[in-house]
């Protein structure tokens, strides 16, 4: 088994046909119509993914996402019916890791829940301690600190945050960054760059508006401080 | 409205001034006559009883001399009279009477010779004077009674002052009653300008206040039915474009959970293709080319819907158009014949939307002129730049060039391409939204061109001062730092 997934969305075609792609590509995959039914399958049996659809009957996909998180660092990846900034933003601050724009090709989907997979996996390899300005990354722990004070960020954030860190003053394109942190071996949306280095800003800059420890580089990318 | 008010003003004033003009002279002479014959009868009353009563009761011998007259006491009692000189003619040459008798006309000696009373105005010593004569028949001494008439040319000359104050002030009130007048006749003409004028900015609700049951309500009455229908008129027009435009959304919103079905469907259908027998293989491949085709169609309409709604939001940042057309075409049309300028161009846009228009023209090209090369091209000329898709394709009817940036417009109906016929309509949008146009013309050389036209608002390349266009006149941004938007 490649790994457990569990799959909440309302229309029973799309359920259906999403759920036959993702068993044919190797996953286990449990299926919920709504919000509550799945928070309730979530809570019956560990996953180690979900795929949750933004409009859901019941409780929408987005109050889900935050149940969820509450208790799990479990990938989310969010089925929006609207590529629009709003929604990604909306999602990715429930807690959500990634987005598929509908209507999506399933080869895509199973690449992006490869990716979200693959991520979790890698996280535990390669334990380190590393400093940014006033800030203390322990890769292990997944923990920041600034002042002996803990930041919490997501793990989007956290990834985001680590990548940047280790090559201080380099500078990273938003596709590289999609890459590394989202896994994306494709052309994806940059916006979803901008939007978690928004809020992992909102959460390690003393004034968000006048960054400090990562820096934007007009037309390339970002770059940590040295 | 100016010249009405004027020629209101002035014809009221006019009329006024004609008016005190006409009874102050009036007036005027009517005083003076009557003051002149008061003076002139009661002169000639006391000469009759002179005459008649005072010389007679002083048993005159006939043919008195001077000497007699003084004796009886008759030309001291003339002295006494106040404002009154007597001339006494008694026909013995004595010059100085020759003298003064000299001064008046002729007409009156022959009148006194012949026994008449006679009077005449005149000026013997230089002021104003009636002179009142007669003579004792049958052929005694003439007598010359010469009255100051100065009281009446000083009554008369003050009732010039007054007449000419009282003109003076009637002007001036005649000038503030006929502005106040042609204000007041002119002030529903003002406030319909100023309810045209707000329909003119766009306020439908403006109308005009009926003050009045005459013509001006009249016609006010009906200039406001008049904005009634047309508020009511654009109102519907506008609920129904709404409605129009909330179908298009509702519908494409609706099909995307079956799109979303098929686009699934389709896509695991596809890997299996293989696996079916030859007819239901190319069933399953048409199947494929058309959910793909459909799900242009949708985004498309979505697309546009969204345009619809006013519901864009622009992130403009400096981008060099150049190296992002260059890029945009390697992905989009490899084989495209790209030339751009070695100098960086640079204008502030949203890469995004560029990349959605540039694919958009570039599609476009390739679809009409199938088979030949397409060319992109960049160039500048203040305040504007230029991304220019050029094709080798049939053209495009002169008469039709604006139309191509309709939504649906195909130039040819009959052809049933893979385009959806919504692809430059939302390429025009999107330059729109960017502050800039879409433009198509013919070429000489055959084949359609369609230009791109962006503001430039950094300094152009080899140029001193910030050329710029008229969407975004902020400073460049020096240093390539900024914060997130």
């Known amino acids: ?226 | 409205m100016r010249g009405i008010r004027a020629r209101l003003t002035l014809t009221l004033i006019a009329l006024v001034v004609l008016t005190t003009l006409v009874l102050g002279l009036g007036s005027y002479l009517f005083v003076d006559q009557s003051l002149h014959e008061r003076f002139r009868d009661d002169a000639a009353a006391q000469a009759r009883v002179d005459f008649q009563v005072l010389i007679p009761s002083r048993n005159l011998p006939p043919n008195p001399t001077r000497t007699d007259l003084e004796e009886l006491g008759l030309l001291a009692a003339f002295r006494q009279r106040p404002d009154t000189d007597t001339i006494v003619d008694i026909g013995d040459g004595d010059p100085t009477v020759a003298a003064f008798l000299g001064r008046f006309s002729a007409r009156l000696l022959a009148l006194v010779e012949s026994g008449e009373l006679a009077y005449e105005w005149t000026s013997v010593t230089g002021r104003p004077e009636l002179v009142v004569a007669g003579r004792l028949p049958p052929a005694g001494p003439a007598f010359y009674f010469v009255h100051d008439a100065s009281s009446i040319e000083q009554a008369l000359a003050t009732l010039r002052i007054a007449l000419t104050a009282g003109g003076i002030v009637l002007a001036l009130v005649a000038v503030l009653a006929a502005r106040w007048v042609a204000r007041g006749v002119l002030l529903p003409v003002d406030a319909a300008a100023r309810a045209a004028e707000r329909i003119e900015r766009g306020d439908l609700g403006a109308r005009v206040p009926v003050a009045s049951r005459d013509e001006f309500g009249d016609w006010a009455e009906r200039f406001n039915r008049m904005a009634d229908t047309l508020q009511d008129t654009i109102s519907r027009l506008e609920a129904a474009q709404a409605q129009n435009r909330r179908f298009v959304s509702d519908v494409s919103h609706e099909l995307r959970t079956p799109l979303t079905a098929l686009v699934a469907e389709a896509s695991i259908l596809r890997e299996h293709l293989d696996a079916l027998p030859p007819d239901a293989r190319r069933t399953g491949e048409l199947l494929v080319a058309d959910v793909a085709r459909l799900r242009t169609l949708v985004d498309e309409l979505m697309e546009l819907s969204r345009f619809d709604a006013a519901a864009e939001r622009v992130a403009l940042e400096p981008v060099d158009l150049g190296s992002l057309v260059r890029r945009i075409a390697a992905t989009r049309a490899p084989d495209a014949d790209v030339a751009v300028p070695d100098a960086p161009l640079v204008v502030r846009t949203e890469p995004r939307r560029l990349e959605r228009i540039v694919s958009n023209l570039v599609d476009n090209a390739a679809e009409h002129a199938p088979g030949s090369p397409v060319q992109v091209r960049v160039r500048s000329r203040a305040p504007w730049a230029y991304v220019e898709v050029l094709d080798r394709g049939p053209g495009v009817p002169a008469e039709r060039l604006d139309r191509i940036f309709d939504r649906f417009y195909k130039v040819d109906p009959s052809r049933t391409g893979g385009s959806s016929g919504l692809g430059l309509a939302i390429a025009a949008e999107h330059a729109a939204v960017l502050g800039g146009d879409l433009r198509a013309f013919n070429r000489a050389e055959g084949g359609l061109r369609i230009a791109l036209r962006l503001p430039v608002t950094e300094p152009l390349p080899g140029r001193e001062a910030a050329a710029t266009g008229g969407y975004d006149r902020g400073p460049p941004i020096p240093s390539t730092q900024e914060s997130p938007s």
């Not at chain 1, 919000?35 to 109050?63: N, S, T």
Request: hydrophobic share 40%.
């Open chain 1, 1 to 226: 088994m490649d790994g457990n997934i569990l799959l909440v969305e309302d229309d029973p075609s799309i359920r259906e046909v999403t759920a036959i792609g993702l068993r044919t590509a190797g996953f286990d995959v449990t299926t919920a119509a709504d919000g509550q039914e799945g928070l309730e399958r979530f809570r019956g049996a560990p996953f180690d993914l979900l795929l949750l659809d933004v409009m859901l009957p019941r409780m929408d996909g987005l109050e889900l996402c935050r149940a969820v998180r509450r208790t799990s660092t479990v990938p989310i990846v969010m089925l929006t019916a609207r590529g629009d900034t709003i929604d990604v933003v909306v999602g990715l601050e429930a807690g959500a890791d990634d987005y598929v724009k509908k209507p999506f090709e399933v080869p895509e989907l199973v690449a992006r829940v490869r990716a979200a997979l693959r991520r979790v996996q890698r996280e535990a390899a390669e334990p380190d301690r590393l400093r940014l300005g006033a800030l203390t990354i322990d890769t292990a722990g997944r923990t920041v600190e600034r002042d002996g004070r803990d930041i919490a960020l997501t793990r989007t954030e956290f990834d985001l945050l680590v990548e940047l860190t280790r090559r201080p003053g380099q500078v990273m394109t938003r596709d590289i960054l999609l890459d590394r942190v989202w896994g994306y071996d494709y052309m994806g949306d940059s916006r979803l760059v901008d939007v978690a280095m928004q809020r992992l800003r909102a959460k390690i800059e003393r004034d968000p508006s006048s960054p400090e420890l990562v820096l934007t580089v007009r037309g390339a990318g970002y770059k940590s401080v040295r």
